[in-house]
């Protein structure tokens, strides 16, 4: 049981250049999210899933993508990369019921994104 | 729209003190409250969670934390730190309009140990 993976640890882009940031889970949780962390900011939500085939937009989705295929993955695609987009990005994942005893939401352990 | 206001950037103590972290929600309805904590180079990690009853929750590593409704507050506490409890910690709020995949969190208390 990996839990959530993320691919890869590190990139460097250069500007207006496409990538797609990988994550996965082997938990069979229904909901997928995608957050940034940039100093001072905490934790920013870009976009999340709630099931195979529905994603919906966070806080600050502006210059990403996503697609929900299948429940246990969850690509986040960068199609013109910027330097605002530098950052630490983590994906997490859960079960959908938050108040449950054993139920929390799980994170990667990150990427690293630098935007040149 | 749900919020979370940690007004601690960064908080020293010395090991064996006690610490106490301060964190300050809004939202509408009863929310779901969440401590998370994130080592250097690491992801985060759940240290204790309140959904209902019981309003003094504990946690993971020592830690326990208590809602506050009256002041909308979940402060996190434990009574005797250690070197290894350094890292940025991160108090969430989730809640009954929306799921678990869409935690609103404040921007973080970073918390160095002293000798």
């Known amino acids: 049981n990996a839990g959530v993976t993320q691919t890869p640890k590190f990139q460097v882009l250069k500007t207006g250049q496409s990538m797609t940031l990988q994550c996965a889970q082997d938990m069979n949780h229904e909901y997928m999210s995608w957050y940034r962390q940039d100093p001072g900011m905490g934790l920013r939500l870009i976009h999340y899933s709630v099931g195979a085939g529905i994603t919906d937009q966070g806080e600050v989705p502006n210059g990403y993508n996503v697609s929900r295929s299948t429940t246990e993955d969850f690509p986040l695609r960068l199609l013109s990369a910027a330097p605002s987009q530098t950052s630490v990005y983590f994906c997490?994942?859960?079960?959908?019921?938050?108040?449950?005893?054993?139920?929390?939401?799980?994170f990667g352990p990150g990427t690293r994104l630098t935007v040149l | 729209a749900q919020s979370v206001t940690q007004p601690d950037i960064h908080i020293t103590v010395s090991e064996g003190a006690s610490l106490e972290l301060r964190c300050n929600y809004s939202y509408g309805a009863t929310p779901y409250l969440f401590w998370y904590v994130q080592s250097p180079g690491q992801g985060l990690q759940l240290l204790l969670k309140y959904f209902s009853g019981d309003t003094l929750v504990q946690g993971i590593k020592g830690f326990e934390a208590e809602f506050k409704r009256s002041q909308s507050s979940f402060n996190l506490r434990k009574p005797s730190v250690h070197w290894s409890d350094a890292a940025e910690y991160f108090c969430a709020v989730g809640g009954t309009n929306f799921g678990n995949e869409k935690l609103t969190f404040g921007t973080g208390t970073r918390l160095t140990i002293i000798p």
């Open positions: 997490a994942s859960s079960s959908a019921r938050l108040d449950l005893e054993n139920n929390e939401q799980f």
